[in-house]
């Protein structure tokens, strides 16, 4: 589950981990009001309208502007909002921006020069450790800066056993280039930023950048959290800032039907019980020409209603030419999946693309009868290589 910029940097706060303050918004009045509050809590007189969508490189769309006075905090937040804002993260229709986070200036004249770093955390799933990935080169795309220049990205590899050692955070400082204030203040950073990590079943930590200011201060002056969704029934209160705006409409409306849904850019969608025969049907489709238009699991308890359901979100996606059922009756008996596709024939209407149903296992004789009775245009296959075949005629 990702989260937006804002509820990230609470909770790295919470942590302990400092932050570039700010105050979210979702109107222009809302946000020259928090622009004044953040100039009387840090004195900043200018600001950073800051858009809050799902999605990096958002200064390269127009989603940050820097605003010097309050007028044009409520002008440039007036611009932002209620854009369509695309980025090379966002599809080609970009993300409306329901709102903005006001942020403190940190980027003042001082003493020292500014610097931006970047660093993340997360599992390196070669090793089966996490991880800390850093480099000098902060507010770059990262994959820019490892095809370009691999040597300026460093990586320290945390033991579970004994966690983030003080020695490992000392040495992530000095990679860095820093000495003093600044050098201390990062190994605090690094250590607190660890532990928020690992307290919360996070997935992701993206800080870009990370900056050490003019008086050498280093905070986060953005973050990208993404949390593990297996491990929310632990974090009820982080599960609460889910934002379903910001996901795909037909992604949710799966998760609300308890149905394991992936939308893909293929044009034969599926329908499947179990991962593995998931994935071994979306191969089935690619080795006869198609192309998988989604991952559908409806589990192992899957009922007519449920199939119903299935039907009518794949029905959404207008690319789909071809449906190919998929299920093996392990737990789920197959009549009561053929139901659930006569159900779906009867409640839908004409279904306008072909058919083609593989039922076997568990009743999968009278499942083949249920859907031969009901005289619906479906085509039956037993072996994977029956399917194959006419999901290749479908297709041509």
């Known amino acids: 589950m990702n989260l937006h910029e804002y509820q990230g940097k609470e909770i790295l706060n919470s942590f302990g981990v400092a932050i570039q303050r700010g105050i979210v918004a979702t109107t222009p009045d809302e946000a020259a009001a928090a622009a004044q509050k953040l100039t009387e809590q840090t004195g900043t007189s200018w600001h950073v309208v800051k858009a809050q969508i799902h999605a990096g490189g ?14 044009e905090v409520r002008s440039k937040s007036s611009e932002i909002l209620g854009m369509m804002l695309i980025t090379p993260q966002t599809s080609q229709e970009g993300k409306k921006v329901h709102q903005v986070l006001i942020a403190e200036d940190v980027y003042y004249p001082g003493e020292s020069e500014t610097k931006e770093f970047y660093m993340s955390v997360l599992l390196d799933r070669q090793q089966g450790r996490n991880a800390i990935l850093y ?21 320290e590899i945390i033991d579970p056993l004994v966690g983030l050692g003080d020695f490992q955070a000392r040495k992530i400082a000095f ?18 930023l660890y532990r928020a990590y690992d307290s919360i079943d996070a997935g992701l930590f993206e800080i870009n950048p990370v900056l050490k200011t003019s ?19 632990r974090h009820a209160d982080y599960a609460a800032l889910r934002d379903k705006r910001e996901e795909d409409p037909m992604d949710v409306e799966a998760g609300e039907a308890g149905l394991n849904f992936v939308k893909l850019d293929g044009n034969v969608a599926c329908m499947v019980n179990g991962a593995g025969l998931a ?25 007519a209603k ?8 794949i029905l959404k996606d207008p690319n789909v ?30 279904i306008p693309v072909p058919i083609i149903v ?16 009901s005289g619906l245009a479906v085509h039956s296959a037993i072996l994977l290589q029956e399917a194959a075949d006419l999901v290749q005629k479908m297709v041509r």
């Not at 480099?135 to 990586?155: C, N, Q, R, W, Y």
């Not at 990679?175 to 607190?192: H, I, R, T």
């Open 58 to 71: 958002r200064g390269k769309g127009g989603g940050v502007k820097l605003a010097k006075n309050l007028d």
């Open 135 to 155: 480099s000098t080169e902060g507010g770059m795309d990262i994959e820019e800066v490892a095809e370009k220049t691999p040597h300026l990205i460093f990586k």
């Open 175 to 192: 990679n860095l280039g820093l000495s003093g204030k600044a050098f201390k203040e990062m190994v605090a950073f690094v250590k607190a």
């Open 215 to 233: 008086d050498d201060r280093i905070i986060a002056v953005d973050a990208k959290v993404s949390l593990d969704g297996n491990g929310l029934f």
């Open 279 to 303: 994935m071994a049907t979306m191969d089935i489709i690619k080795m006869a020409g198609g192309n998988p238009a989604n991952f559908l699991d409806v589990g192992g308890t899957a009922d």
């Open 306 to 313: 449920r199939v119903e359901t299935a039907f009518r979100l």
């Open 321 to 350: 030419k071809a449906i190919l059922v998929n299920i093996f009756g392990g737990i789920v008996r197959c009549d009561r999946v053929a139901q659930g596709i006569v159900d779906a024939y009867q409640s839908i209407g004409d």
């Open 358 to 373: 593989r039922l076997e296992g568990t009743n999968a004789k009278e499942a083949k009868e249920l859907i031969d009775k």
